[in-house]
């Protein structure tokens, strides 16, 4: 394979296992040559909306799944077999190097049979396909919100672009958790902890799955980037139940349509043929309806093990399935019976969802439509998080500005995410911070823009300044997917979680000329603040809040939004206070503790904690009491508690509840997040909240009678505003 190769080759001769070999440089000139072609355009023949399913009546899951089986008893091998296998062929996916998953990459569609397709697009950030959808702020970001009620309309949203571009699956539903922040997808999901990533990530399926179907992902314990295809994780049963599990366990209770396979092996199996994980757990002993997806390439390696182990659909090419599965059958290595369960899995999931959304159709007007944008900017509102505000740094006075010097080459950039991932959203528009900025304010404030390099001969406009905003951080050629890439560099886990040096010089640089500097700062994975944030009087993380992100952003410099983000993850003091982490690494062990976990269990002083985040105004918290405090197994806790807004502008906050163990015989955590309710005030105003969850939740995974188990003994509540100790109000309660 060489250039030349590359320039005459017939392209519909390539095959899967020559693309795989291919270099990026020789895919992109063939990808040319297609796109040039017309190919793409003709190659398009398919089943419209839901096919033969399109006017059937509103079906429950069992009935869809009766329909199903006796559709399957009448199909040929051949035919079971393509519903489990990729319609997208390699001249369709070459061209993804350009622009990837511009259309669905579609499987199991049957023309003769007028049975549709999956027809897959990406997130998490919005609808990957086509070039318009809206760019919300990444997951991580949005986690900050804790706000589930939002998440669902965001995925409303989404389902809704997805349908209006001829997408049936969104497969943007991470919930990988997020062990160490050096993981390079950490933007893709909800943060370090179970319960909130398991409660964000089943609202985002909630929403979404009442226009299309959903994709949970990664199927498990995917949390680190460079080493994905080859990392085997060892760990043990109680962790794997309690702290890695739930969340996912979470998103099929809520009847997600699809769960995706991780790259990784776990226990020596890559995830995609690990029959413990895919039948055992998920199938049978969550009783999961729908269908499992392989991740993209690779996603297994060996047919028959994938095949007994309960992967029902390879994407996005026949690679391991297609011929080689009938082969399989037709060997005798795959009973008629596995491939007969997969087939009728699939098809009854397309039943039922056939029912499901609106039967008047979608609209492409309604991609990034006025309502979409306004939801963008109320998640980048919500999502911001305040850690540090000195003397009252922000808000500005918009009136009083009469100079605002903007910093740093990330104030001037769309950094929307992961910009050469299977995360890339293309939307019609993004505002910068200096344009949000400059936007917001009337021109009797004169609004000055450096960089790194140009702040030496800006020093005199700075010490004039009324304020100086610098945005630094990461953008996508220092994280997200580690993929080589044909304009910018692969991204991939971080090596470290320090600011880049330059971003901390220009902010020491710049503390020696002004008092009044605030640092907002962008990207998916945590950054260290520590020592460099007490040179300054405010930070703001905005991570990559989202075609809307320069709007939120000046709405909160200037006091228009007063925010309310809370911390999805902790921000260690350093890397000591962390788990470890070796992108390279050939076998990793994930134990019991990371995050707040760690944290607590070292009595780590962090920089910040879990759960935290700050306002312009003041909320207290008293009077936490209990519906009661003697409670079986079965039953459900109610805690109540008052919350008072005692400053003089109006906010919001999010109340989070933690169960805590004092009693317990075994080893447990210091406390896990169990509930969480956010709550707007004016400013005086209280309001007495209530959360709850079931007792249940506090079991433990007892690995000697494989079950779980909750203690018979007095528990601790601990309510507040963060994690931190200092911020929480106990109570204790027992479980009779
Ligand atoms: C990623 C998945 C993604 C898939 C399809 C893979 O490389 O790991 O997250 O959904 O591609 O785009």
Redesign the pocket.
């Known amino acids: 394979m060489d250039e030349r190769w590359a320039h005459e080759v017939d392209w519909t001769t390539i095959s899967f296992d020559d693309l795989i070999k291919m270099p990026i440089q020789l895919r992109i000139i063939i990808a040319r040559r297609i796109v040039a072609s017309g190919f793409l355009k003709k190659s398009t023949v398919s089943v419209k909306e839901w096919g033969r399913f399109d006017s059937l009546p509103k079906m429950t899951y069992e009935e869809a799944r009766h329909e199903a089986r006796q559709i399957v008893s009448t199909m040929t091998i051949e035919e079971l077999v393509g519903q489990m296998s990729p319609n997208t062929t390699v001249t369709e996916y070459i061209p993804a190097c350009l622009k990837?998953?511009d259309t669905p990459?579609v499987a199991g569609e049957n023309l003769a049979w007028n049975i549709p397709g999956i027809r897959?697009t990406?997130g998490p950030t919005g609808i990957?396909m086509g070039s318009a959808s809206t760019c919300f702020p990444v997951s991580m970001s949005r986690a900050a919100t804790w706000d589930p009620e939002l998440e669902e309309r965001i995925g409303e949203a989404m389902g809704i672009e997805a349908r209006a571009q001829g997408a049936n699956l969104f497969?943007?539903v991470?919930v990988n958790l997020l062990r160490h922040p050096a993981w390079g997808r950490a933007q893709?999901t909800y943060g370090e902890d179970p319960m909130l990533l398991g409660a964000m990530g089943s609202a985002l399926i909630r929403g979404v799955q009442r226009h299309a179907m959903a994709c949970v992902?990664?199927y498990a314990l995917n949390t680190m980037e460079n080493g994905?295809y080859t990392v085997n994780v060892s760990v043990d049963e109680r962790t794997l139940r309690e702290v890695y599990l739930p969340h996912f366990k979470t998103c099929v209770d809520t009847k997600v349509a699809a769960v995706?396979s991780a790259?990784n092996k776990v226990r020596g199996s890559y995830c995609g043929e690990n029959k413990y994980l895919l039948s055992d757990i998920l199938k049978d002993e969550w009783k999961f309806n729908g269908i499992v997806i392989s991740?993209?390439?690779f996603g297994f390696r060996d047919t028959v093990k994938a095949a007994f182990a309960g992967m029902d659909i390879e994407?996005?090419l026949a690679g391991r399935y297609g011929q080689r599965l009938i082969d399989a059958v037709n060997q005798g290595k795959v009973p008629k019976s596995v491939i007969e369960n997969a087939a009728t899995r699939i098809i009854a999931t397309k039943i039922h969802f056939s029912t499901v959304g609106r039967t008047s159709g979608y609209d492409i007007a309604e991609v990034a439509s006025p309502a979409h944008e306004q939801l963008a900017l109320e998640a980048a509102l919500k999502s911001a998080v305040l850690i540090r505000n000195e003397q009252k740094t922000l808000p500005l006075n918009k009136k009083e500005l009469k100079k605002l010097i903007v910093l740093g080459e990330l104030a001037n950039r769309a950094n929307i995410g992961d910009m050469k991932?299977?995360?890339h959203v293309y939307p019609p528009y993004v505002i910068t911070p200096l344009q949000g900025i400059k936007r917001s304010l009337s021109p009797s404030t004169e609004v000055i823009y450096g960089t790194s390099e140009t702040v030496t001969a800006l020093e005199d406009e700075i010490r004039e300044a009324d304020a100086v905003v610098v945005v630094v951080g990461l953008n996508s050629d220092n994280e997200g997917?580690y993929i080589p890439h044909w304009d910018s560099g692969c991204g991939g886990d971080r090596s470290s979680l320090e600011l880049k040096n330059e971003d901390i010089q220009l902010i020491k640089h710049i503390s020696t000329l002004h008092s009044r500097i605030i640092v907002v700062l962008q990207g998916g994975g945590t950054l260290l603040t520590y020592p460099w944030e007490e040179l300054v009087g405010a930070v703001l993380i905005t991570g990559y809040p989202g075609m809307e992100g320069g709007t939120a952003l000046a709405s909160i410099l200037l006091g228009n939004y007063n925010p309310s983000g809370k911390l999805p993850y902790t921000i260690p003091k350093s890397p000591d206070q962390l788990p470890p982490f070796d992108k390279d690494a050939k076998e990793v062990v994930y134990d019991y503790f990371h995050g707040y976990f760690l944290a607590d269990k070292n009595s780590d002083v962090v920089s910040h904690p879990f759960g935290f985040g700050l306002s312009y105004t003041t909320f207290t918290c008293s009077q936490l009491s209990l519906a009661s405090n003697k409670i079986t197994s079965d039953g459900v806790l109610t805690a109540s508690i008052t919350v008072k807004n005692i400053g003089a502008v109006s906010g919001e906050t999010v109340i989070q509840l933690y169960s805590g163990y004092p009693n317990t015989k075994v080893m447990r955590h210091s406390k896990d997040l169990r509930a969480f309710k956010r709550v707007s005030l004016q400013p005086g105003e209280s309001k007495r909240i209530s959360m709850s969850f079931a007792i249940k939740d506090v079991a433990w995974w007892n690995e000697a009678t494989h079950d779980w188990e909750v203690e018979k003994t007095e528990y601790c509540i601990y309510v507040g505003q963060s994690s931190a100790w200092e911020d929480l109000t106990n109570i204790t309660f027992e479980v009779i």
Request: net charge negative; hydrophobic share 25%; charged share 25%.
């Open positions: 990837y998953n990459y897959f990406d990957v497969g943007g991470c893709e992902k990664h994905r995706m790259y991740d993209f390439i994407m996005p991932g299977s995360s997917e």
